[in-house]
Structure formats: C-alpha cells, structure tokens
C-alpha cells in the first residue's frame, strides 16, 4: 500500500474527520506503528512533518482565555511581564511562559479569630488569634472578618508571600493595637462601627506600604466576648443602657407633645407685646405733644400757664382725697363726705386765720 492510497478512507496521520479531537500523542503513536510495517529507512520528508505537527500542537496550547471580571498575570521565564483584560489571548507555552488568573470583582474573606465553616461568617474560635489585651489590662476575645478586593493583580501575587495569610496577620496586629489603645467596657458598650473602621484605616495604610495590591472593603466585627469577671456588670452596662434608650425615648415624647403649645404660647406672649408697646408709644406720643403745645403756650404766657398747671396738678391730686375743713376760729370739725367710701377723719393742726383749702 502506497503512502498516496491509505486506504480504508484515511489518510497517513490517521485523522477521522473534523468531529474527533485533536490527539497528538495518538497521531504519532498511530504513524510510528504504520512506519514500522515499511521495510527500510521512512522518507526523509516524515521527519519534518512530524516535527512541524508537534510544534504547532505545542503553540497550539499558548491560547488562553480570561473570564469576564479577572485579570491574568503573564509570566515569560518566570517574571511577570503583564497583566492581560478579559478575552483570549496568546502567549508562548509552557514552560516558556505561563499565566496566573485573579478575580479583581470579587470580595474575599479572611476570618480572623475563629474558622469559618459552612456559612460566611460562623465557626469554631481560635483561641489564640481572639484572646487580645485590652488598655485596661482586661482580655477580649474578638472575631472578626476581613474583607477584601484585589485592585493590582501584579502585586499581590508577587510583591508578598501568601497573600491571605499576610492579610490575616496584619489585620490581627492592628487590631491588637487598636483594642490596647481601647478599655474593655469602651468596646462592650460603645458601637463596634467606630472600633472597624480604625482598623480599616490603619490596615489599609499597613498594605498600602506592603504594596499588597488589595482595597479593604470592610471589616465586620461578629462578636466580642468579655472575661468571665466582668459578665455581671456587663449585664448592668447593658441594662443601663436599654434605661437610658428609654428616658430618652420618653423625654422626646413629652418634648413633643410640650413644644406646639409652648411655640403657640410664645407667639401669643410676642403678639401681645407688639400691642402693649404700640399702646404706650401711642401715649407717649400724646403726652409729648400735648408738652409741646403746652411749651409754645407757656412761651406766651408764663404766669398764666403756671397758675394754671398748678390748679390742673391741684385738682388731680385732690379729686380722690379725704377733705377736712377746719375754720380759724374754731376747734369744729366738718366733714365734706365724698362720693366714694370717706377713710376715718384726720384732725388737721390750726390753719391762718381765714385760709382754707383751694381747689
């Protein structure tokens, strides 16, 4: 059988139709076992098909693809010369070259103080990771989680070691830090929110000189457990608190059934003001003309006007008052009754001779 007629419908690399897959090692295992059956040396033109087939077999597996919200991390002799988007790409095969692919959308996790099992955030506590010194020389046991998102997939593959263990580690320092800088009743009473976000911040600075490559998203405090010494008055703090919510609540409730009325009332108590001195601006106005024109009188008259402001002041005074007529003469008391009800009489020394009240 000629190397132009295979026969039996195949050709010399025993390929069975465009639906099979591609098996290099059968092709030449297939070849080899069909140039054994020639007697002789094989044509020398077989030798560079062969190596032509296994070359383009081995370029054939530099095609990679990246999903959609990764990034891969091109390697060329081990160094990481890019970062490729997502799409298919080419690059040299292995071992010349390789390709390590992150997620940069997802959020990772990393617990600290106890392990996670089957949900996110539960699991078994490890005691030397929670036990932390508090500033009032108490012991804390807190879990918490880490959360993050790759930002530069470059750094954190290469610039640290184990990069969720570099993580983990860093973020328990800090928190070690940051409960030493706090009493234990600061972090059982007050809210955690402002406890994660300082170690946010100072974790996220931390990594920032590491050059980690990563954004700290959040870090969520699941639970803070005190010593057994201070449980009974834990209690209290928390009761104290509740009693506190309370008054609170009850105090706003009263402010807010007392305020419209008390706002309504001081609007009235200003309305009435506005009138009360429109009224006394009016009189004083009166008064100070009715000075004026008195004035331009007097101007003209001084005697006159005297004399008569004295009877005016005169008869003002005495319109009111007990009068008791004494004569000159004699001791004889008499009584001028008067409209309103007379006070008890008032004896009144000797007056001149033929002088007498004037009105």
């Given at each position: ?9 195949q050709d010399p690399w025993g390929r069975r ?170 972090i059982l009473t007050h809210d955690a929110h ?98 004026l024109a008195l004035d331009k009188i007097y ?61």
């Amino acid at each position: 059988m000629g190397w132009n007629d295979p026969g039996r419908g195949q050709d010399p690399w025993g390929r069975r139709g465009a639906s099979g897959p591609f098996d290099l090692d059968a092709i030449i295992q297939r070849l080899w076992r069909r140039l054994r059956r020639h007697r002789g040396a094989p044509p020398p033109w077989i030798f560079g098909v062969t190596a032509f087939a296994v070359m383009a077999g081995w370029l054939v597996t530099g095609f990679y693809s990246v999903p959609q919200g990764d990034r891969a991390v091109l390697l060329q002799f081990g160094q990481a010369v890019r970062v490729t988007r997502p799409g298919a790409h080419w690059r040299w095969p292995a071992p010349l070259a390789s390709d390590q692919v992150v997620s940069i959308r997802q959020i990772h996790v990393v617990a600290v103080g106890y392990r996670p099992m089957s949900k996110l955030y539960e699991g078994e506590p490890a005691p030397a990771e929670a036990a932390m010194l508090t500033g009032d020389q108490g012991i804390m046991r807190l879990q918490f989680a880490v959360q993050y998102r790759i930002v530069d997939p470059r750094h954190y593959l290469f610039n640290v070691d184990h990069s969720r263990k570099t993580i983990a580690r860093a973020a328990e320092a800090v928190m070690r830090q940051a409960v030493a800088d706090s009493s234990s009743n600061a972090i059982l009473t007050h809210d955690a929110h402002q406890l994660a976000a300082t170690v946010k911040a100072r974790l996220q600075g931390l990594l920032d000189r590491y050059g980690a490559g990563v954004h700290i998203v959040a870090i969520k405090i699941q639970k803070a457990t005190p010593p057994k010494s201070v449980l009974a008055a834990l209690g209290k703090v928390v009761r104290a608190r509740e009693d506190a919510k309370r008054y609170a609540s009850e105090a706003q409730a009263y402010a807010d059934s007392i305020l419209p009325k008390a706002s309504a009332d001081g609007v009235a108590m200003i309305d009435k003001a506005h009138i009360y001195r429109a009224h006394v601006m009016a009189k004083a106005r009166a008064r100070s003309a009715r000075f004026l024109a008195l004035d331009k009188i007097y101007e003209r008259a001084p005697l006159v006007t005297r004399e008569r402001l004295l009877i005016d002041a005169m008869a003002h005074v005495y319109r009111k008052a007990h009068k008791v007529m004494v004569s000159g003469t004699s001791q004889t008391v008499v009584n001028v009754p008067m409209a309103s009800p007379a006070k008890p009489p008032v004896l009144a020394g000797h007056a001149p001779a033929g002088a007498g009240n004037k009105r």
